[in-house]
Each structure stands twice: as C-alpha cells, then as structure tokens.
C-alpha cells in the first residue's frame, strides 16, 4: 500500500519561505516521477511542480518558476519542495503524489496514491 506522508506546511508572512517534504512509502520511490500540486479553497488541484525519477529533469509552473524548488533523494524515498519569495496566492493544501509517466505530464490525473496534503497560509 502507498502511504505518502507531506510536512512542511505553516503559517508564513509574504516573503517567507518554507521547505516540504513527502516521505513515501509502498512504492519502488526511484522509479517513480513525483509531483508537487496544491489545492485552495474553492479551486481546483492545480500542478506546481514535477521532477524525473533521476531528478535530472524539472518542470514547473509558470506560476513558481523561479522562486520554488522541486527536489529528490532516492535514498530517503523523500521529494521536497523548497518554496521562496511566498506570496499570499501561495496559500493552500500542498500535495505530493508519484506517477508512471515522464515528468512533463503535468496533469493531476497521471497522479495517484494522494498523502493528506500539508496547509500552507501566507500572509499579506
């Protein structure tokens, strides 16, 4: 059984940064894409970042480029998010979930096996 385990999350001023991190478990980790995706209230999952099972390949949102960090340790079966320059529109549920396909499917749906999602609050 996957068990994904995402920490990190809290309450931040605009500008701040936070570090996350997804221990996974039941799966061969190193095989595996692994995405970063967030949902707010009211909206929908929307991606944020995606990084190759080698980690030698990245994909992120337009919306985060350059101010988040997708990362990978295949030895701790952890992915982590570093996340920069937070602003208030920052602020959601961060989920982390592996997928069989190459990093540049971006989509939920080639995601599976959600964690329960760490909160992140940014304020203005």
């Known amino acids: 059984q996957v068990q994904l385990v995402e920490s990190g999350g809290g309450l931040v001023q605009a500008g701040g940064s936070l570090r996350l991190s997804c221990a996974a478990s039941g799966l061969l980790f190193s095989i595996y894409t692994m995405g970063w995706f967030r949902q707010a209230p009211g909206k929908e999952r929307e991606f944020v970042a995606t990084i190759a099972w080698s980690g030698g390949s990245t994909y992120y949102a337009d919306s985060v480029k350059g101010r988040f960090t997708i990362s990978r340790d295949n030895a701790k079966n952890t992915v982590y998010l570093q996340m920069n320059s937070l602003k208030p529109e920052d602020t959601a549920v961060y989920y982390c979930?592996?997928?069989?396909?190459?990093?540049?499917?971006?989509?939920?749906?080639?995601?599976?096996?959600w964690g329960q999602g760490t909160q992140v609050t940014v304020s203005s």
């Open positions: 979930a592996p997928s069989s396909y190459g990093a540049s499917y971006a989509d939920p749906k080639y995601f599976a096996s």
